[in-house]
């Protein structure tokens, strides 16, 4: 299995949250807290991201964009995405998104 980090930010005035995921062949779940903003933060460029209709998925910093860090936030209080995304080396990666209300 290889190491896959996601970072989690919540922007809010609330703690910061972080978690080392691996990850294989088989999809990793992660929840995105209903209405804050949550950064994914991978060890290579992101080439390319399947569309997701439920979810907000673009470079953290639009200024300057960098695809090792995305920010992803829920449109609905229960979307939910099976997500494919293709890193620079042609890894394949396949993430859940679920939303979560707090």
């Known amino acids: 299995m290889k190491l896959f980090f996601i970072v989690t930010a919540l922007l809010c005035s609330s703690p910061a949250m972080a978690r080392t995921v691996l990850y294989g062949k088989s999809a990793v779940l992660v929840a995105i807290p209903y209405g804050k903003e949550t950064l994914f933060r991978f060890d290579k460029q992101v080439r390319t991201v399947s569309s997701v ?50």
């Open 53 to 102: 209709a439920g979810f907000i998925v673009k470079p953290a910093n639009a200024e300057a964009p960098d695809y090792t860090t995305l920010s992803v936030m829920p449109r609905t209080a229960n979307a939910e995405a099976l997500v494919a995304v293709i890193l620079d080396d042609d890894t394949a990666l396949k993430v859940r998104l679920q939303t979560t209300t707090a």
